[in-house]
């Protein structure tokens, strides 16, 4: 199964170059973004390459990508 890229530029077309802008001169948010993308090509490796993994493993990948793209999306209204 392929999913859609769900990179922050994606999801969030809008806010390009406020997402540049905060990756430039916002550590916490650079931070932040960074760990999202980690975790994002992990659950899609899983997911493209049918790696074997728990199901408890797998939503927790995702409800911790989740979180993340929440915490990201109020720093770019902040």
């Given at each position: 199964?392929?999913?859609l890229s769900h990179s922050l530029y994606d999801d969030f077309p809008e806010y390009r170059e406020r997402i540049r802008q905060l990756k430039r001169n916002d550590e916490d948010f650079a931070?932040?973004?960074s760990e999202y993308h980690r975790i994002?090509?992990?659950v899609r490796g899983l997911e493209m390459n049918?790696?074997?993994v728990s199901d408890q493993t797998f939503e927790l990948l995702k409800f911790k990508r989740l979180h993340?793209?929440?915490k990201l999306y109020r720093l770019l209204h902040q």
């Open positions: 199964m392929r999913e931070r932040l973004a994002d090509r992990e049918d790696i074997p993340l793209k929440d």
